[in-house]
């Protein structure tokens, strides 16, 4: 994918071309915004220069739709995709942002909390549900113009998708690509007419999406829609490389993938679970979103950042806890998951049959580490995964019972374990763990025992 | 001087044991593999999935020696199948790992031609399940990494087998081949080279050439035979892989072409080969 952004009134417009989003364009420009902290859920904001694109495959039926955090100017927005196959109109769509945003936080990396029992009761759980706005599915004109060759590059269809002008170009060599997109007021990054020369090669065609501002104006959106394409292929893959070209820094990018059968997983890269479930101090609750980047940060140097993480493996049909209200059949089906036989609007609950498995994989990514672009298949493994982190509230009420004294001294200990586990996981320094707990009445000394 | 001589030739004699024959290599270098996976690197292998399949083939072993009644039950080679097995599949039922191992090993005993197996047993029984239960099994080839300190131990246990078994060869002439169709299909896309390094520094890939197609018992006994049997899977798997975009490639490519040794070996005769190497032991133990 390309996304291409003007940076200034003398220079008409600057390019970057991405595989995945507009990572680029958001490393150009201004930093993407740093959207806070989420109490409950690390959801794909925490990241800057993050893309994330929900990937529905059924068998060979594939539908990628893809969301940036671009936040520049959508005049200045653009993006190119290689595709395996010829696109036609009704293989193109838009997808509602609120959706995506939806499958992102429900399947998000969660905090839950547990309160002691009274040492003589039954604990507490605590589920926070986001409620997300569940809007209508876009609508846009069909408008196919004739076929025109340019400097060796045809341009086998040109549609208008909502608020995008998109093109379906096919090339016999990258030059005339680079000239076409040159021509375009495209400015093409040094290097990437070698990856575009090789996916020509490969018989792939390519996506090129523009943002039409009189139509974004008509339909009343303020903000870019992700695109969604549809296609039949056996390559079951993501395409990163041109992301990587001139890329500064390496960026994140999170997979959603909707399957039928089971978990999905990279071929060419390891895909490995994230630590989960364990105990960490109270604090964290007001610190999540750091601890949630520290924790991937700390994983990622583990992997020595050649690995792919799952964040999230999951039958859509049920969640716990859940970290937010189910998707309902129509959301599924906007995102592609078109076998489940139903688009209405309750909640995705399965039947016999009929399955939806949802993986979350999140890769940070650079040239240097993924010279390959992500290889992907799915596997039967149906067993669930979630990245769950847990607090644990002591009795704060009285403990004159017998157990009482036994269960207040047990505390330093445990308090302990968890400010070492928490160490473990963000590579933070266990003193500064220490006072940060002491703080919040989870001192890890036990009286006298304090330095 | 009695005293030293005597310690001095135990150790000696255990050796030469372990060295006559090249699966005491093999299973350990796939038991340190199936350890690792635990304890270090998670590969995706599963205790009781990797506890049933070793226990299966060694029963369908047991069986099917007293059923086709030889005269002794050699657990070796089923040890190794069901090693392989653990490592190399993945099922959503631990139950597969054991119906793996019991097609593995009777595969071995019913599918012969010319007094020799056909097919790997383990190598049989992945693509027989890939076809008869494609809703319960696939192989994770990504799950080895690319890193260069796996393949280097991975070489490292791989060379110990094979070189002690005479069959080192092929893995190299498999290696080349599938490494030199990479290295000209980069060049063709015009891909950097850092491209088709990462490909060849697959663990999966070199498991597959040190465990897999190396089997000198369903490999051609002659050494031109054994290139000529490496490159054609090392083109068939290429095509796999790319055109039709198969992730198993290299097991089903070794699956198809498997019955081409009993061709190869009639126009290439060559001594066919025997685990146990006399000739060693008697040099280590003189």
Redesign the interface.
Known sequence: MTCLRKTSARLKSTVAILAIAAQLAAAIGPAAAFCGFYVAKADAKLFNKSSKVVLSRDGTKTAITMASDYEGEPKEFAVVIPVPTFIQRKQIGVVEPATVEHLDAYTAPRLVEYHDEDPCMLQMMERREASDKLLAAPNSALKARESVAYKGVTIEATYDVGEYDVSILSAKESDGLVHWLTDNDYKIPRGAE?VL??YI??NMRFFVAKVNLERMELGGNKFLRPLQVRYET???MLPLRLGTVNARGPQDLIIYALSR??RV????????KLPTGMDVPLYVKDEFGSFYKAMFDKAVERE?M??VFTEYAWDMAWCDPCASKPLSNKELVELGARWIGSDDDTAFGGAQGVNAYVTRLHVRYDAAHF??DL?L??????ENFQGRYVLRHPWQGSTACAGGAEYRASLPARFEREARSLSNLTGWKIAEIAAHMAMTGQSIWRRGDRP | MTMALTVDAWPRRLAAQLCADARHFQIFALATLLTFNFVFLDFGARPLNSALAIATSLATQALCSRLWGLPAIDLRSPLITGLSLSLLLRADAALIHAAAAAIAIASKFILRIDGKHVWNPAGFAIVALLVLAPEHVWISPGQWGAGIWFATLVSFLAFMVLSSAGRADIALFFLAAHGALLIVRAGWLGDPSVIPLHQIQSGSLLIFAFFMISDPKTSPDSRLGRFIFAVAIALLAHRLAFAWQMRPALYVALFVLSPLTLLIDRIFPAARFCWARPAVLKELTR
């Open positions: 070698a020369a090789s090669k490969q056996a390559k079951f059968k089971g997983e990279t071929a060419n890269y390891r895909t490995v020595d050649s690995a010279p390959e290889t298949m799915e596997t039967h493994d149906r």
